[in-house]
C-alpha cells in the first residue's frame, strides 16, 4: 500500500480510468455481437442502426489509446461489408 499522498491519489485514478476502459472495450465487443445477431437475423434497418453504433464506440476506444488504428479499421470493414450483403 502507498504511504505518500500522491501516490494514493494515482491509485485511485488509475483504477477509475481502468473501470472506464474496460466498460468502453466491452460496450465495443457487445455492439458488435449486436450487429452480428442482426445481420444473421435478416434485419438490415436494425443492423444499419447498430452498425453506426458500432462505428462511434469503436473510433471513441481507437482515439482513447484501447485498440490500434488497424484492428478498428479491420472490425469497421467487416461489419460494413456484412450489412451490404445483406439482402
Not at 25 to 39: F, M, P, T
Not at 61 to 87: C, H, P, Q
Amino acid at each position: 500500500m502507498a504511504n505518500i499522498k500522491s501516490s494514493k491519489k494515482a491509485i485511485k485514478t488509475i483504477a477509475k480510468r481502468t473501470e472506464n476502459n474496460h466498460e468502453l472495450k466491452a460496450r465495443v465487443r457487445n455492439c458488435i455481437k449486436n450487429c452480428d445477431k442482426a445481420i444473421l437475423s435478416g434485419d438490415k434497418e436494425n443492423a444499419q442502426k447498430l452498425l453506426a453504433d458500432v462505428q462511434k464506440y469503436i473510433d471513441k476506444a481507437f482515439s482513447k489509446g484501447l485498440i490500434k488504428r488497424n484492428t478498428a479499421d479491420r472490425e469497421k470493414s467487416r461489419l460494413t461489408k456484412k450489412v451490404k450483403e445483406m439482402k
